[in-house]
């Protein structure tokens, strides 16, 4: 026999669960029309799925779930869907909340199922995704995801899965009636189940006031390794902790939850509500809920479609409302008091309490408390409610919180004993939800306060990046006056030093190679050596070692006009400057050369002016095939290339007309023809220069 264990606290209020667990489960029916809330569940709202006037069909999804902790809803029966609108809904604020309104043909019509005979077939991770889509939430009150609850983090292995049957809270007959007559269904849904978590062992806790639930429960798990454990009755022992201190002896610690323990409870109803979803492909759309208290002429437990109106099962069921003092929703320990009835059937809702003043006598006014301690003795959870009531009271929040407000499961243990009828749960509730309330408020603040200090931060940085670049462009303000001073004093240079044979051109390029050029000839003029000393010999070796430097330069020139258009441009004036100095040391060699004995040519010769107009040629080629470049890739050359270009027409003019003319002067005097050549070669000499 599995040894149990017992837990602090505890009481042994009147049971009454004679009065609806007499008969079988019956079908409710299919009421006019339903009410579907998106959220009957732990987590996030469900988004509608459907639109106004959508024909549904049985088992239709409407209302999707959004992130991990939801829960989809399905349609539990055909019908049209007439509004998508904020509706009472369940709750004990009397809230409203988004639902789905259907108005149901009572045709039934199923939608297309997917069955599966074998589960074994699926992986766990399929399993999961359908008990997911099935939209099957915890059925035992706390309605969190099912899905999720089978599928802790990898670091909590579940040694021990436990099924809750204890049904502790008194009226409440549904899982035992479930228990009785589906037996089946329960230990094939803990199988499944067992499957996906592969747990050491499988136990099923059932209270001791349900005989006929337990023999049959054994029965339907004869073949299988699964234990039916039959525990004391004593509330609360449904409850999870409790539960998990019963049957395996562990307490779950402060703060955590039983899978960090290796520990896992489901309930009962959510078992068989796992199995039609895999068998059958069946998603969660009715539950069974108990119909009981002296205001009910039919008890017992209904199969009730969700989103069935409360007021209507209540007429179905014989409700006299003459007769009733309090309406509750749930148990008389845990429910909560409902002050409509024109409200929906949810997942959670386990049972229906139509209790006269003799049942349920209405609430005593509150007296002083008299520090008597009965409600630490029966507190399961072993807080001190006496010292929690006096925080709550108080509003000292805070230290609620020290003394583990929120271990408290709310089961109402306190209350019921407490000699001075202190409804200390409802203090309870409310230092909970002020606790929430102070939390979000402070996530709230804390997220403003992170998006100002980001906002902060963007605008200095933003700051700091404009001040860059104002400096920036500062600087090269500054540079550039600064060029344009430079510029302009050797502007105004040039001009004080142009003669007056020379005058000043128009073009800036022009004027600056002019004074470019004039440098090189005072340069020159200061080097050289008297004009006694000059030798045809000493220049010869200038004009050699001029010549190497022109073509040097000019190699590189041409490489920069394929590579670098940018620095082609400042090269060309060095090309210039070089051979306008290669063509001043030929004519001078041709002056000295003319009277001596050794005959050195006085101008070009024809192959020479040939060779000059090839050149020419040349290099207006490859500066319009520049130009060509300029236009698809540095428009803002272009002005400047076209310039040069023109000059270059010029040269190429000027040496044509130099050759031609050194061609008639051969033809018609040969011995003049010396003179003409130099003449022409002096042409294109100024020609260039003043390019």
């Not at 409850?239 to 520990?263: C, F, S, Y």
């Not at 002067?665 to 390019?691: D, L, V």
Request: hydrophobic letters at 35%.
């Amino acid at each position: 026999m599995k040894q149990i264990w017992d837990f602090h606290g505890g009481i042994h209020p009147k049971e009454n669960k004679e009065q609806s667990n007499q008969s079988s489960i019956s079908d409710a029916g299919i009421p006019p029309h339903l009410i579907l809330p998106l959220q009957q569940h732990i987590g996030h709202r469900a988004e509608p799925a459907v639109s106004v006037g959508d024909k549904v069909l049985k088992g239709q999804l409407i209302a999707e779930a959004v992130g991990p902790i939801s829960v989809a809803i399905h349609a539990p029966t055909s019908g049209t869907i007439t509004a998508i609108e904020d509706h009472a809904v369940p709750h004990a604020s009397g809230m409203t909340d988004l639902c789905v309104l259907i108005d149901t043909d009572g045709e039934d019509q199923w939608c297309e199922r997917t069955f599966c005979e074998d589960y074994s077939t699926l992986t766990p991770d399929e399993l999961l995704n359908r008990v997911r889509n099935a939209g099957i939430a915890g059925m035992g009150g706390a309605g969190f995801p099912t899905a999720i609850k089978l599928h802790p983090p990898r670091e909590d292995k579940v040694n021990t899965l436990i099924l809750n049957g204890a049904e502790c809270e008194p009226y409440i007959t549904s899982d035992d009636r479930l228990m009785r007559e589906r037996a089946e269904e329960i230990i094939l849904g803990l199988e499944i189940m067992a499957y996906i978590l592969q747990p050491g062992e499988c136990l099923i806790g059932v209270e001791d006031n349900k005989p006929e639930a337990i023999v049959a429960l054994r029965e339907a798990a004869k073949d299988t390794q699964i234990k039916v454990v039959e525990i004391p009755t004593k509330y609360p022992s449904g409850g999870e902790k409790q539960l998990i201190k019963i049957l395996t002896g562990n307490e779950v610690p402060h703060g955590r939850i039983p899978a960090d323990i290796g520990v896992m409870c489901q309930n009962v109803a959510t078992a068989a509500a796992v199995y039609r979803a895999i068998r059958f492909g069946e998603p969660l759309i009715s539950r069974v809920t108990t119909m009981t208290g002296d205001c009910i002429a039919n008890k017992g437990n209904l199969e009730v479609l969700i989103g069935t109106p409360i007021d209507w099962l209540l007429e179905k069921s014989g409700y006299l409302s003459q007769k009733g003092s309090r309406l509750v929703m749930g148990g008389p320990m845990m429910g909560f008091t409902l002050h409509d009835t024109k409200l929906p059937v949810v997942k959670t809702t386990n049972c229906l309490l139509a209790a006269t003043n003799k049942e349920l006598a209405p609430p005593q006014p509150a007296q002083a408390c008299i520090r008597c301690g009965m409600c630490s003795e029966v507190c399961p959870a072993e807080l001190l409610p006496q010292q929690l009531y006096w925080f709550a009271k108080g509003q000292e929040f805070d230290k609620a919180e020290h003394h583990n407000l929120f271990d408290c499961i709310e089961c109402g243990a306190c209350s019921y004993v407490c000699p001075s009828t202190i409804p200390l749960v409802q203090y309870y509730r409310y230092a909970k939800g002020e606790l929430k309330q102070i939390k979000a408020d402070q996530e709230k603040s804390n997220q403003a306060r992170e998006r100002f200090e980001f906002r902060q931060e963007r605008i200095e940085r933003e700051k700091a990046e404009k001040e860059a670049k104002r400096k920036a462009r500062a600087e090269a303000a500054a540079k550039a006056q600064a060029a344009k001073k430079v510029a302009e004093a050797a502007k105004d240079a040039i001009a004080s030093s142009t003669s007056t044979e020379q005058p000043p051109k128009s073009d800036k390029a022009a004027a600056i190679q002019a004074a470019l050029q004039r440098v090189d000839a005072k340069k020159q003029a200061q080097t050289a050596p008297p004009a006694s000393e000059v030798t045809l010999e000493s220049l010869q070796k200038k004009l050699l070692s001029a010549e190497d430097k022109f073509s040097k330069m000019e190699s590189a020139w041409k490489d920069a006009q394929e590579n670098n258009p940018e620095r082609a441009e400042k090269l060309a004036t060095a090309v210039e400057s070089s051979k306008n100095n290669v063509d001043k040391l030929k004519a001078q060699i041709a002056e000295m050369s003319i009277g001596t004995e050794t005959k050195v040519p006085t101008g070009p010769s024809i192959e020479e002016l040939q060779k000059n107009v090839e050149k020419a040629k040349n290099k207006l080629q490859l500066m319009l095939d520049t130009l060509e470049d300029a236009k698809q890739n540095h428009p803002d050359r272009v002005e400047k290339l076209e310039r040069a270009i023109t000059k270059n027409h010029t040269r190429v003019s000027h040496a044509e007309t130099a050759l031609s003319e050194a061609i008639n002067a051969k033809n018609e005097n040969p011995e003049q023809t010396n003179s003409a050549q130099t003449n022409s070669a002096q042409t294109i000499e100024s020609t260039e220069s003043n390019g």
